[in-house]
């Protein structure tokens, strides 16, 4: 068929990945990096599918490079690499809203139906859409296709999507929704290779990255999950707040006299590990520091994890695995050790050894509860929707 190039936009960021698509099966990774520092001293590095670096640049400010000249850069490379065979972008979409789930070709009338929820997703969306837009404007005739990362948890009961506000909010969209949703969907996936249709059973996969929630899927759907309307509901995260008593926000506007947008900076981007601990959002930085504060930011994030797990397990009636993934799920034994000593109770024994190592079950034999260690691959999901609606469409 030919490549497909994925894109992960943010608002100084940029994630890619190149996948060869062919008739049938998944695609295969090519190259994948990201150019990072937009706005101020962009560097783009693109690694091999084996992690070996093959580029490597980096822009002044001076050059006055922006997302979209960055682009058209990306574009240019990638078809001098591939020709003429690039033949789609999949895109990550943070918000589908109501109505959109299941991945779409993306058209102006989807465009602004999607850019009606920025203001639900101000963080992402809005980078998001500006990628899709900057692609239709470099190359025309290029398909494009937007996964949305609420998509996954469509389908959830209800009872779990509600909101105890009135019924008239309810109806113009303001419930919960849930994030992440192409990682849980690749972590899912994962699932069903290694344990067959009971799919973990009754799971708790925990995405544990900058942005951070969890999923509780039963035999790999969604079924709860701790983002909600917006993705600033749940666990604390680098920068976002995570579950508030709403009489806090009150307090900001009354007796603060902040400003929404104030409040939404603050919220968004100045609490979380970084607000409680007033050093960094990075967890790297946390772990390496001995300021009391890093350590207390730590234990609130480990703290939340635990609690709301226990939520979680009760909405799926018991659990049978749990899974660690992203850049801390993946990358910090520490934390994952000090979650997992907190669900002791729920029959959850780790095996210390195979936690430092990072082995792909990290629990003991005997432990009630598997504990797996899965790398999330949001990007390789999008090139396996792009392709295969892509197959879709050319199908006679
Ligand atoms: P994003 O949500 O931006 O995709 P990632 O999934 O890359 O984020 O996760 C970023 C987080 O992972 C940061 O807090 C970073 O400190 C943490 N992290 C990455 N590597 C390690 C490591 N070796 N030890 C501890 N934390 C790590």
Request: hydrophobic share 40%.
């Amino acid at each position: 068929m030919g490549e497909i190039l994925c894109l992960n936009a943010g608002s100084s960021s940029l994630k890619f990945a190149l996948f060869r698509a062919d008739a049938g099966g998944e695609p295969t990774p090519l190259a994948a990096g990201k150019i990072e520092n937009i706005g101020l001293a962009p560097h783009l590095i693109v690694r091999d599918a084996g992690g070996g670096a093959i580029t490597e640049q980096r822009w002044t400010k001076d050059d006055k490079a922006t997302h979209e000249t960055l682009l058209e850069d990306l574009l240019g490379r990638i078809e001098t690499s591939v020709g003429e065979d690039l033949v789609g972008v999949g895109h990550r979409v943070v918000h589908g809203g109501p109505d959109r789930f299941a991945p779409a070709r993306v058209d102006d009338a989807l465009l602004a139906e999607l850019d009606g929820l920025c203001p639900l997703a101000p963080l992402h969306q809005p980078h998001n859409l500006a990628a899709v837009r900057a692609v239709a404007r470099l190359r025309p005739a290029l398909p494009q296709i937007a996964c949305f990362d609420t998509g996954f948890h469509h389908g959830q009961p209800a009872v779990a999507t509600r909101l105890a506000l009135p019924r008239a909010l309810t109806t113009e969209g303001v419930r919960r929704y849930g994030f992440h949703g192409i990682s849980y969907e690749y972590i899912a996936r994962r699932l069903r290779e290694l344990d067959g249709p009971a799919t973990g059973g009754r799971t708790i996969a925990a995405h544990l990255g900058n942005g951070a929630s969890l999923c509780a899927m039963d035999k790999g759907r969604s079924i709860d999950t701790t983002m909600g309307f917006t993705a600033l509901d749940g666990l604390v995260m680098g920068t976002r707040c995570g579950t508030l008593d709403p009489g806090a926000v009150l307090y900001l506007f009354q007796e603060k006299g902040m400003t929404p947008e104030q409040v939404e900076h603050l919220l968004y981007n100045e609490s979380g590990l970084l607000g409680v601990s007033g050093i960094s959002s990075d967890m790297r930085a946390l772990l390496a520091s001995d300021d009391e504060r890093a350590g207390e930011a730590i234990d609130l994030f480990v703290w939340q994890i635990a609690r709301q797990t226990g939520a979680l397990a009760a909405s799926l009636g018991g659990l049978d695995s749990f899974v660690f993934t992203a850049g801390i799920g993946e990358n910090a034994p520490e934390v994952r050790a000090r979650v997992a000593a907190r669900l002791g109770w729920l029959g959850v024994e780790i095996d210390e050894e195979a936690n430092r190592r990072g082995e792909p079950v990290i629990s003991t034999t005997s432990s009630r509860i598997v504990v797996r260690l899965i790398p999330t691959d949001e990007e390789r999901m999008i090139a396996i929707h792009t392709a295969d609606l892509l197959r879709e469409e050319t199908k006679p």
